[in-house]
C-alpha cells in the first residue's frame, strides 16, 4: 500500500493541485464591508433575480462556477467533478444551483466546514489521478439560514451578541492536475468534535474545540509551526470562537499571532456594521477564499496559507430535543510552491 | 498525469479495495420482510431505545459501524475516515451517531444514493492510497423521512399507489486496502438529472432518468452489457420507476433480464406487506448491500455485482417553491475477483 500520509491525519499531496479560477459572488452587506472589492459580482437585493430566497442561493452558485469556468476559459464539460454542499435542508442550494451543467457531482454536507471538505475531497481525486479538474464550492444565504435555522426574517427577532450574520456569499474554486498555482498541497480531515455547548447563538464556542483538534493535528502531523504560515484562518469562528482557540493553543504553550484570522472577522465592519460577533455561513469562507485570498496570494501578499474552516452539525430539530452542538473543521494548506 | 479513467465517468481501480466487514440494522417490518433473517440485528419498535425518532436513527448508524468494526475485531482508530450521510435535514443521523468514535469524517449528501457515494469515495482514496481502511454508511428511518418530507405520522395521511415505504434501518460497510474480497473494482459518480417529474409521490419516475444516465454510461464506458454482471441492482427506484429504466434501455436495444433488480423491490413482501410502489431511504439500499448482497457473494451466489443506489434530491421547501425533483445515481461495481 502507497500510504500518502504524514502523521496521523494529513495527507501530503504528491502532484499537489493548482488553483486555476476562483470566483466569489455576494450580496449588498458583502460588497458594502470591507472585502467589497474582492467580489467577482455581487447583487443589490438579495433575490438575484429570483423569487425565492433559496432560489436566489441556487443562482449565486451557478453564477460562481460559471465566473470560475469563464476566467479559466472552460466550458462545464472540462470538469471531471464538482465537490459542493451548502447549509440548507437537503443542500438545495447546490442541486438546483448545478443541475444545468451536466458535470458528475459528489453532494457534501460539511455545514460551514464545505469549502474545506470540498476542496480536500477535489485535490485528492486529483493528486491519485482520478481526475484532471474539479470544482470545489459552496454558498450560504442570509435569508434563507434565518428562517430555516431561527425565524424567518420578517418577524424582526432580536439577536444576542454572541450571534453571527450569515453570508449572502457563494465561492467555486476549479482545481486542475496541472497549474501555476497556488497549490492544494496538504489537507487534514476533521472529525466530529462535541463539547457540549448547546446555544444555537453561540455557534463560535460550538466550533473552537474541533477547529483546535484539527489545526492541533495538522501542526503535530506536519511538525510545523503557526509561524511557519503567512496566515492561519478559520472560517467563521467569530470573535468568541476564535478567541477560544487562541486560548487552548496558549494552554498548550503554542502562541497563535497576529497572522491567526478568521474569514469572518474580516468579511464586514465590525464597527460600521452590526454584525455581532462576525459572519457565518459556509458562503462566509468561500467568498473570502476565492476573491480576497487566493487573489492576495496571486499578488505575492501571502505565500502559505492555512485555511481551515469550521462547521456546526446541528440542525432545528436537534437542538428543540436538547442535543448540544457538535462541530467539525477541515483543514488545507495552499502555498504559492510546489 | 496518472489517468485512472476508462471512458468518461467510470474509475477502474488499480488496487481494488476489499470488503472485510459489513452490517445492517433494521426495524420491525424490515425483520418481517423477506430478507428479515439477513439483518444483523432488528428493533421491535421504532425508537431502539430512545426518546425520539431522530435519536433512534442515529442510534442505529451507531449500531451498524459498531458491528461492523466487532465482525471485523476492529476498534474506531483502525479506521482513517468515515462516509457518511443521510436524508435527515443537516445530516444529524450521522453526525450524532458518530460522533462518539473519533474517526476522521467526510459528510456526504446524496440523499438515498448516499450508499453508493460514500462507497464510491472510500473505495478511491484506499485506492490512491490515501487511506487503508474506510467505512461507507448510511441510514434512513420512516418516521423521521415521513414527519420530515411529508406529514407526521400520527396523522394518518393516506398514500398514493406510487408512493414507497421509507426503511427504517442502517447499514456499514468497511472497505481495506487488502482482503479477500468482494472488491470494489470500478465507480461511476453520478450527474444530477431532472426530467421535470414534480409529483413528490413519485418518486421512482423522478430517480429512473438519473439511474438510466449513470447504468448506462458504466457500460458503455466499460464496454461490458448487463448479461456481463450477475446482478445489476438499483436503490430504491420501487415498481413505477424500475419499470422505466427497462423501458429507456430496452429504446436502446438492451435488454435488462432477470438479473435486473431494485433493492426496493426486495426489501419487504409486496403482497402481506402494504408498502405500495416499494421501499425507499438511504437505508433501503444500504441494508439489503449489508446483508443480502454482500453475504450472498461471501456465498458464492453472485459473483459480480453492479450496485447502483438513485437519490431524489428535493427537500419540501423546493417542492413548495414548484420545482421539479432532480435525481443521481452513484454506481459501484463489486466482484469476488479483483
Known amino acids: 500500500m502507497n500510504n500518502k500520509r504524514v502523521g496521523r491525519r494529513t495527507v501530503a499531496l504528491s502532484h499537489p493541485p493548482s488553483v486555476i479560477s476562483f470566483a466569489n459572488i455576494g450580496g449588498k452587506q458583502e460588497k458594502e464591508g470591507p472585502l467589497g472589492k474582492f467580489f ?34 472552460l466550458k462545464p464539460k472540462d470538469l471531471d467533478y464538482i465537490f459542493a454542499g451548502d447549509l440548507l435542508n437537503q443542500c438545495i442550494g447546490s442541486s438546483f444551483g448545478l443541475r444545468e451543467f451536466n458535470i458528475p457531482f459528489y453532494g457534501l454536507y460539511g455545514a460551514c466546514s464545505t469549502m474545506g471538505e470540498s476542496l480536500s475531497l477535489a485535490a485528492l481525486l486529483i493528486d491519485g489521478g482520478y481526475a484532471r ?18 425565524m424567518p426574517v420578517p418577524y424582526g427577532s432580536q439577536r444576542p451578541p454572541t450571534a453571527q450574520w450569515t453570508a449572502t456569499a457563494a465561492g467555486c474554486t476549479i482545481l486542475d492536475a496541472e497549474g501555476k498555482g497556488p497549490y492544494i498541497t496538504h489537507v487534514t480531515c476533521g472529525k466530529i468534535v462535541d463539547r457540549g455547548i448547546t446555544d444555537g447563538n453561540n455557534m463560535g464556542a460550538a466550533m473552537a474545540p474541533a477547529a483546535y483538534d484539527t489545526l492541533a493535528a495538522f501542526f503535530r502531523d506536519t511538525e510545523t509551526t503557526p509561524a511557519d504560515y503567512d496566515l492561519v484562518i478559520t472560517g467563521d469562528l467569530g470573535e468568541l470562537g476564535h478567541a477560544i482557540v487562541r486560548d487552548f493553543f496558549e494552554k498548550d504553550g503554542v502562541t497563535l499571532g497576529d497572522n491567526f484570522l478568521d474569514c469572518g472577522l474580516l468579511l464586514y465592519n465590525r464597527e460600521k456594521q452590526d454584525m455581532h460577533a462576525g459572519a457565518s455561513g459556509c458562503g462566509c469562507s468561500a467568498s473570502v477564499l476565492n476573491g480576497y485570498l487566493l487573489g492576495g496570494m496571486l499578488e505575492g501578499k501571502w505565500k502559505r496559507i492555512l485555511f481551515a474552516p469550521t462547521g456546526a452539525l446541528l440542525s432545528p430539530t436537534s437542538s428543540f430535543q436538547g442535543e448540544s452542538i457538535p462541530g467539525i473543521c477541515h483543514a488545507v494548506c495552499i502555498s504559492t510552491t510546489k
Open 40 to 73: 467577482d459580482e455581487t447583487g443589490d437585493d438579495s433575490f438575484f433575480g429570483e423569487k425565492t430566497w433559496e432560489k436566489a442561493e441556487s443562482a449565486m452558485q451557478k453564477k460562481a462556477l460559471q465566473r470560475a469556468l469563464d476566467k479559466a476559459r
Open 133 to 150: 479538474r474539479c470544482a470545489a464550492m459552496t454558498s450560504s444565504h442570509f435569508c434563507t439560514a434565518e428562517r430555516q435555522y431561527r
